[in-house]
């Protein structure tokens, strides 16, 4: 495993790095993600901080949702480590966070930072998950996978199981039944995980085990939600006679389905289509909408705010 | 109004068959659909009718509910009026209709017929009404419009009442009250239609109305059904956090908001949209996804079947 | 003229202060633009200038053309007037420029500022300038129209004319003939216009002319440049085979259809499509890709860089 | 291999007849396309040749291009093997053609017709060719692969290598050199298939070959054709500052880049795009308009005509 993904992880930060430096020269990226009570003249602080250590700015967005006095704010930046190294940028962005009593502040350099460490979990179908192990394969998922989880077993010859031997990552199979959804195992498997992918787990975490995780989780539904929440959205859809389908990728809570949208797409259904063709197209949705999801998530492109709602910068 | 109308009409028609006999010369165009229990060789016949009077098929849409025997289609063709007389085509079609004991057996030959004859209903807001209008004046909108009826007064100077009163179309402000519908008075006013149009008409018509009107009525919704039923479908999106809202023409029916879906249009939302974009995006929407579904009407693509679904050939 | 002009004015002013206000209550939106050799520090200097007057930032959005030393910027912040006065703003904005030596510093409060005067430049036909006049009557178009100028005569009781009169809109028609462009009498009527849109005029203008104007000309060309240049592009896409057509919206330059790309739609075409359809589907395309031109235009968000690019923020 | 690809073809057809039986029980689905003269009554005895033997018919697709009197047709039915046997079918429509001297007539029955065989030819970039290789793998490409063949070296280990051994896909290297085309080799290599798919072939393929060769062959070019053809598009379309770049598959012709174009896609680009983020948005078009090609032309979707154009129904 290690060889495997160290090779991807090193290829894909030469990537980002060449890709990057075209622009600017030996420069690395940065990216800044700030939330804190509205003030005046926080980009002003913010902007200042970066420039004063020789950086540049290449873009600021700023969100004050309405009516409420909340700042979010993501900066990308390009910075010469010699001149301000990864230790120091994290501390003056602390020392600011501090200064303006930030609920939160990150910073990530996708050139020199780990790889954020995910785990999938899914159930019966696979069109997702491997769908993200492709991309994972193919450099486009900039993250590690620790471990797949399913409550299904596959047969040793399924592709996915050749796929996971190959690149040695371990498929922990967690059968279900009344009472027992093996929670615990599950947060053991996952704890040393940034966040997890759940890829058609067809399971409800409970609210103890979201507690215990503590970090965020991202689901894809197939459906347009909040339409056709829970079981089988693809009939649902079929007998309302729509003439669009879609794909949701949210943060999962408490309450099904309901937790806040990242990413939504659709696509067109005619009277042609039947209840397999909806669901055809309804995966091929879903795969573009999880990975899209996963990628911003990587980007610090995705803030949750309110209960409901999503800054996606 | 004579003047006008009949202006955009005839135009309409060199129009339509300047566009047509571009592709083949001296011929009109036709249109049939059918809809009738589903046996071997029904298109083998209609075909076989439009040949033999020297008609050319231009093509045939065929479709069959799954585990359905009802069949639909609808044919164009082309065909020389002098060798096939506008009486003669129908009473062919008749008879194919009474072999196959059809349901339905429309013809039209846009070219030659009347258009259809349409009313349009509204409340306070104009957007869509004014679109219609605008469109039809720019003849894209195949109909004669006998009158727009509103249960909402207009100021003399408004563009809406100056637009209609140069082009001679009757205007009815019929106020309504708690136990006050005016739909009585409605009926007269629409008696002479061929279909009604619902351009954001915020009234609920009775199931005796809709039956004893016993014709088609398009209704445009603001929401991407059947989420957002109701009223303000905007609101409820926007606090639901979506990332795509949507608008949806349908057919209406007693049930509030779930009659057949003819179209439906998204467009993407994000955290900087607010309530008020969120309005002008869906205003955007509806009036392209009224006209979409009147038009497509006009062109006898849409029929409605079993009780929640339309083909759109 | 006033009259009509003055309401949409008026009207458009409290839509946009409105639309504003909704977000942060008593201020006003200041937008701001920026060009000047790239440095270290401008995002800075520019938002702890906004800051220093209680000004609050909504976006900044930067852009550093690859290899080049060149900074581009467009910031929008609300303001409260009573603290910042639109002519200290200006002057804090200059001093800014200077220390900067910008080659480029344009700021402009919509809710304030007296709307961009525009001249429209069309020819035989009319599709893209009714568009024009009914957007702006719906108020989608933040400008004030000036007056229009073709090279074909129209006649008095056709839509166009009565519109313009109705709304005291000059019409000039100013026919052209071998060795008579009539470049001088236009140049003379849109002397007091902040821009030109060219709604299909057919005429290929000077380089004189453009230098003697010395403002931005917009264009809207019917193919997807740099393919299907010059005439009847429709007709070469058609011939082409494409199975998508487009429409153009880019600046005037001396070379035809060759000056920097604003913004370029695309519809998808098939067999079915004759050439009557092709056109008709591309006016469709013309008149959207032209207003979202001139909209981005007066919001600041369109930059030239390079001999033919632009920033698009 | 033959393992492999009989394991994909059988659950492919259990997929298709699942699918299909779905909407008509025991019944398979056929495919037929027709080109001849057009004369009155093609569609009349076609319909009515299928009906004879109890075969129902689920759409007629008939295009006859302005101003040629050449017919071209698609239609698709369901019928009962054991009444219409595929042999008595095949012979059925020979009758036909013959009647209408038709230059075209084929038939398929994709649950019993043995697929597509092809040969995929590649040079360096390999993510059309892996696309290709996934969803074959997913059986989302009705073909069988009889070999991939480059004129570039692969190392053992990639990712393409390793996938082809363990699939049994053979893999010839066919390295080039000024006046060594090994268009022999190729020849012989490809004798067994239906059609040859180049996916980012960057050798232009001789009017020689062509015409040996004998058969369609699929190619994708990145950019939106007429337009950047040849080398480097993308380099073409970032110079040009367009604000759409696109895919184009299309026949291969003797004449670069101009043959008859089978499918188009377009995505948005912006100045913030650099050559790099060009290239991966373009690749992404490809893999999808590709594919798409494919499938169009396996289901008897793609016909050319006149000399640039193509049918796709």
Same mark, same amino acid.
């Given at each position: ?107 990530? @350099? ?9 785990a999938v979990l899914a159930s019966k179908q696979d069109h997702c998950l491997v769908?993200l ?15 797949i989880i399913s409550n299904h077993?596959r ?5 996915v ?10 498929f922990?199979c ?23 992918v759940l890829a058609r787990y067809m399971q409800?975490?409970?609210?103890? %085990? ?40 949210? %943060? ?49 492109? @995705? ?8 800054? @996606?910068?």
């Amino acid at each position: 495993m290690v060889g495997a993904q160290a090779r991807a992880s090193s290829s894909l930060r030469r990537a980002a790095a060449r890709a990057f430096s075209s622009s600017t020269s030996p420069f690395f990226r940065g990216i800044h993600v700030f939330k804190c009570p509205d003030v005046v003249g926080i980009v002003a602080k913010l902007s200042e901080c970066i420039a004063s250590k020789g950086g540049n700015i290449h873009c600021v967005d700023v969100f004050v949702p309405e009516n409420k006095q909340i700042f979010y704010s993501r900066s990308e930046f390009s910075f010469d480590p010699s001149r301000w190294p990864r230790d120091v940028l994290e501390s003056d962005f602390q020392r600011l966070a501090k200064h303006f009593s930030a609920e939160r502040s990150t910073v990530r @350099v996708p050139d020199l930072d780990p790889r954020y460490k995910i785990a999938v979990l899914a159930s019966k179908q696979d069109h997702c998950l491997v769908d993200l192990l492709h991309r994972w394969q193919d450099q486009r998922l900039p993250v590690d996978i620790n471990c797949i989880i399913s409550n299904h077993p596959r047969a040793p010859n399924t592709h996915v199981i050749r796929f996971l031997e190959r690149h040695g990552i371990p498929f922990h199979c967690l059968p279900t039944a009344p009472g027992k959804k093996g929670e615990e195992e599950i947060l053991k498997l996952v704890e040393d995980t940034d966040f997890l992918v759940l890829a058609r787990y067809m399971q409800i975490l409970s609210g103890g %085990f979201l507690q215990a995780y503590g970090k965020d989780i991202i689901n894809i539904h197939h459906g347009l939600l909040p339409s056709f929440k829970g079981g089988n959205p693809s009939r649902q859809a079929f007998e309302a006679g729509v003439k669009l389908i879609g794909a949701t990728s949210h %943060f999962v809570t408490e309450e099904l389905d309901a937790g806040p949208i990242i990413e939504q797409m659709v696509e067109r259904v005619s009277h042609k289509d039947n209840l397999t063709s909806f669901v055809m197209k309804s995966e091929n949705l879903e795969k573009q909408c999880l990975s899209q999801a996963i990628k911003s998530y990587c980007e610090l492109r @995705v803030l949750p705010y309110e209960s409901r709602k999503t800054v @996606v910068f």
